[in-house]
């Protein structure tokens, strides 16, 4: 048996599919929206990463540099190279890309770090 479509049943069902089709540029927007903030933020956890590893690594050399000019042999290349990542922590400056974190703590105990080298 045929039936007849309803003028009011169409009107439904498009609207339905209005409503679908807008639902799926909507959730593509969020999609696209945080893919982005993801990004940047993967980038931000990346140049932190580079400043905990090489703030280890100047804690590591300076102990060895301090331990040799106990001993009474001097590492002047040691002693620039450790200069340069200390500049380069602090004012973002140097081979290294390195990034100055804005956080308080971490800049005084940079400050109080470079003081005392």
Same mark, same amino acid.
């Given at each position: 048996m045929y039936t007849? /479509?309803?003028?009011?049943?169409?009107?439904?069902? !498009?609207? /339905?599919?209005h409503a679908a089709s807008l639902l799926? !540029?909507?959730l593509i927007f969020v999609l696209i929206f945080l893919v982005i903030f993801m990004?940047?933020?993967i980038q931000?956890?990346?140049g932190t990463?580079?400043?905990v590893n090489y703030a280890g690594l100047v804690r590591g050399a300076t102990q060895r540099e301090v331990k040799l000019e106990i001993t009474g042999t001097a590492n002047d290349m040691q002693i620039e190279y450790l200069d340069k990542i200390?500049?380069?922590l602090k004012y973002e400056d140097g081979n290294y890309n390195l990034v100055?974190?804005?956080d308080p703590a971490?800049?005084?105990?940079?400050?109080n770090q470079i003081e005392y080298w």
């Open positions: 007849k /479509e309803t003028s009011f049943s169409r009107r439904t069902k !498009q609207a /339905e599919q799926q !540029q909507i990004m940047v933020q931000n956890l990346h990463a580079h400043v200390l500049s380069g100055s974190p804005k971490y800049q005084q105990c940079l400050d």
